[in-house]
């Protein structure tokens, strides 16, 4: 069992900044697979980015590809999502997940938070 806390969402104008983090418990962190999905109003929950357990492989959404960035620190259980740039067609409840194995599908991810809400005005 893995339980996932997401963290540092909020309002941000346009071009700003934000960074999310998950802290995780349970079994060994870094023999999972950590990913960020993002959920606007009406529309179905879309991958944003994911990570490998080691942290050496990672792979981003085309739409925030160059803005965003994942990373993790094993020994505190944490995994972050660095926002640059932020638009407000970033504006979404962004979920941390945790899996087995490097997926851009929700399916795929065993594990979820309970999602931090990020908001970009215009």
């Known amino acids: 069992q893995v339980q996932l806390v997401e963290s540092g969402g909020g309002l941000v104008q346009a071009g700003g900044s934000l960074r999310l983090s998950c802290a995780a418990s349970?079994?060994?962190?870094?023999?999972?697979?950590m990913a960020w999905f993002r959920q606007a109003p009406g529309k179905q929950r879309e991958f944003v980015a994911d990570?490998?357990?080691?942290?050496?492989?990672?792979y981003y959404a085309d739409a925030v590809k160059g803005r965003f960035t994942i990373f993790r620190d094993n020994a505190k259980n944490t995994v972050y999502l660095q926002m640059n740039n932020l638009k407000p067609e970033d504006t979404a409840v962004y979920y941390c997940?945790?899996?087995?194995?490097?997926?851009?599908?929700?399916?795929?991810?065993?594990?979820w938070g309970q999602g931090t809400q990020v908001t970009v005005s215009s």
């Open positions: 990570i490998s357990g080691a942290g050496s492989s990672s």
């Open positions: 349970g079994r060994k962190f870094s023999s999972n697979v």
């Open positions: 997940s945790a899996g087995g194995l490097l997926s851009t599908e929700p399916g795929s991810y065993d594990y």
